[in-house]
Structure formats: C-alpha cells, structure tokens
C-alpha cells in the first residue's frame, strides 16, 4: 500500500501531522508493506527566494492578526509539538521560499533518501536556530547528512530549473485531488485524510485502506506460456 503526503517544510502542522502519522503507522500490523512518498505543496508559492521575514511578521500581514495572537498561536503549536516529542522553537524562527527544498526532495527521492531528508529539513526548521531560507551552505549541510551526495546536491541547488517541473507537478496534482491546505495524506489512491489528524485517526484510515484494497483480477489464459520458479515452459513439438 502506498500512502502520498502532500506537506510543506515551512507547515507547523505537517511537522506536528507527520509525526502523528509515524506513531501510527509504527503501530499498523502491516506497516512493512506501505511505501510512504511525500510530494510537494507550497503555501508560499512565487515567494522570491531572498524574501525571508520572521514568521510573526509572515502571520500578522497574512492573516491581520496581532503579534500577541500570532505569538500565543505558535505558543500553542509549541505545545502540540512537545506532545508528540518533538523540539519547536516558538520564538525567534523566519518564514521564507522552500521551492529549493522540494526540489531536493525529488532528487532524495531518486536516491532513496527522501524520508531522511524532509525529517532533517523539518527538524531544521522547526527546532534548530540557523536559518533554512536563501542558505544554499545549510541545505547542502543538510543534505549530506541525510545521505546524499554534496556534489549532487550543489548540482541541484546550482540549476534552479533542476525539479522544478516534477514540484510544479506534485501541486497540481494535489489540486486535483482536492487538497487545499496541507498536510494532505492519500491512501493507495482511494482515501484522503486532511490535516495532523490524531494518531488514532491516522490508525483507522490505515486499517480501512489496507481492508479495502482490492484483489488483482486475473484474466487467465490457459495454455499460454509463462515463467516461474522452476523454469521457463518449453513447446513440445
């Protein structure tokens, strides 16, 4: 079974989400057998790459909000954050483009190492007090400590054309499926669960799209030769 999740690195809640979701599928009887692939969806999308501002300023122009709402917001998402064991630094954090940091999750992809990566990129972001935003130096610090190469990833981050179309990609898709906001999870293609739903939500969607999937159907040929096990079937003449 596969599961899809659209999120975003600069997205509290995919953070809070993915871990819930991680909780839960640790849980599952058959969690061996779902690949987990995460596709990209920017909710600052055309944001010039050297535009960077502290989140508080990024919340109070976005959403008219004050700076004491905006502040006792990431307050309650530090608190949310700790629930699940993770680090959140409520204070001090930017807001700025993560065009490059999708990019580099389709190359980690094509390496085998996008779950490390976006873990990395999201503790990073949230946790960690140097800057992810226009810092080419801390995403290749990044990275490489995900596993990837550092001459690929320079290559990327060099080529600002490199996976831009398979990002640009991703987000249409997600409109297609209907997703407006993220984290935005899609069960083998069948289900959608919108949000950092509880882990025990996360736990039903899973068993309910494993319960539901559906068998091959086989259009059997007798007679036609195949390969197996024990050999290839030779014609007899």
């Not at 935005?184 to 509880?198: E, N, T, W």
Request: proline letters at 4%; one cysteine or more; a negative charge.
């Amino acid at each position: 079974m596969r599961v899809e999740i659209w999120s975003d690195i600069a997205c509290p809640w995919c953070y809070v989400g993915k871990a819930r979701f991680e909780k839960a599928l640790a849980e599952f009887p058959h969690r061996d057998e779902v690949e987990v692939v995460h596709r990209s969806f920017e909710l600052d999308p055309g944001r010039a790459k050297d535009d960077v501002q502290p989140v508080l300023t990024m919340l109070t122009k976005k959403y008219g909000m004050s700076e004491v709402q905006a502040q006792a917001g990431e307050d309650n998402l530090g608190a949310q954050a700790a629930a699940e064991g993770l680090e959140y630094r409520t204070r001090g954090r930017d807001h700025g483009s993560t065009f490059d940091m999708h990019r580099l999750l389709h190359f980690a992809k094509e390496h085998g190492r996008q779950g490390e990566l976006v873990q990395l990129m999201y503790e990073a972001n949230f946790a960690e007090e140097r800057s992810v935003f226009n810092d080419d130096e801390r995403l290749v610090e990044i990275g490489v400590a995900a596993g990837l190469d550092e001459a690929g990833v320079r290559k990327v981050l060099a080529d600002p054309g490199a996976y831009a179309d398979e990002v640009r990609a991703d987000e249409r898709e997600a409109a297609q499926l209907g997703a407006t906001g993220v984290p935005f999870f899609v069960l083998d293609r069948k289900y959608g669960v919108s949000g950092a739903q509880p882990a025990e939500a996360f736990g039903q969607a899973l068993t309910q799209a494993w319960g539901e999937r559906s068998p091959l159907k086989l259009i059997d040929d007798a007679g036609a030769e195949a390969c197996g096990p024990d050999g290839c079937a030779v014609p007899q003449h």
